[in-house]
Every structure is written in structure tokens, then in C-alpha cells.
């Protein structure tokens, strides 16, 4: 059974630092594309970084980008997202995702197909 498990999460000040990790059980993922995505209460899911298989090539949602850093270990099958300069409109669940097939990034959900269950981050003004 192949699972996504979120961990990192939880309750930072304005201006804080979280660090979430995704480790990846049942396959591995070395090979293929993977991201992260948030959902805030009452909005739809969106992108929120990516990354290629061999973690060369990443890309950002315009509103992330410079404070957020994603990464990923393939020797560890795990997904990291780095971020720094937290606001309180970063408060969401992220969910991490792997691709079934795909080796580029990609910042459209359609193309994974495995998903974690989220991990809640909360930021306070």
C-alpha cells in the first residue's frame, strides 16, 4: 500500500520558520515528479511548489517564491518544503504529492497521483 505521510506542521508567529517533510512507503518515488499544495478553509486547493525527479528543475506559486524552498532526498523517498518569513495567509493544510509517471515538475494537481493526508500550519499575526 503506497502512503504519503505529512510532518512538520503546526503553530508559528508572523515571521517564523516550518520545515514539512513527506515521506513516501510502498514504492519509491526516485524517479518522479513531486509537489506541495495548501488548502485554506474556504478556498480551493492551490499550488504551492514543485519539483523534478532528480530535484534539479523547481518552480513556486508567484506567492511563495523567495520564502519557500522545496527539496527532496530520493535515498530517503521524502519530500521536504522549507519556509521562511511565515504570514498568516500561509495558514492552511498541505498536502504533499508524488506523480504515478511524470519526471518534470508541474504545478497542476491532475498530474499526481498520490496525495498525503495534510499537515495542518497555522500562522499567528
Known amino acids: 500500500q503506497v502512503q504519503l505521510v505529512e510532518s512538520g506542521g503546526g503553530l508559528v508567529q508572523a515571521g517564523g520558520s516550518l520545515r514539512l517533510s513527506c515521506a513516501a512507503s510502498?514504492?519509491?518515488?526516485?524517479?518522479?515528479?513531486k509537489g506541495w499544495f495548501r488548502q485554506a478553509p474556504g478556498k480551493e486547493r492551490e499550488f504551492v511548489a514543485a519539483?523534478?525527479?532528480?530535484?534539479?528543475?523547481?518552480a513556486y506559486a508567484d506567492s511563495v517564491k523567495g520564502r519557500f524552498t522545496i527539496s527532496r532526498d530520493n535515498a530517503k523517498n521524502t519530500l521536504y518544503l522549507q519556509m521562511n518569513s511565515l504570514k498568516p495567509e500561509d495558514t492552511a493544510v498541505y498536502y504533499c504529492?508524488?506523480?504515478?509517471?511524470?519526471?518534470?515538475?508541474?504545478?497542476?494537481?491532475?498530474?499526481?497521483?498520490?496525495w498525503g493526508q495534510g499537515a495542518q500550519v497555522t500562522v499567528s499575526a
Open positions: 504529492a508524488a506523480s504515478a509517471i511524470r519526471r518534470g515538475s508541474d504545478s497542476s494537481p491532475a498530474v499526481y497521483d498520490y
Open positions: 510502498g514504492r519509491t518515488f526516485s524517479g518522479y515528479a
Open positions: 519539483i523534478n525527479w532528480l530535484g534539479s528543475i523547481t
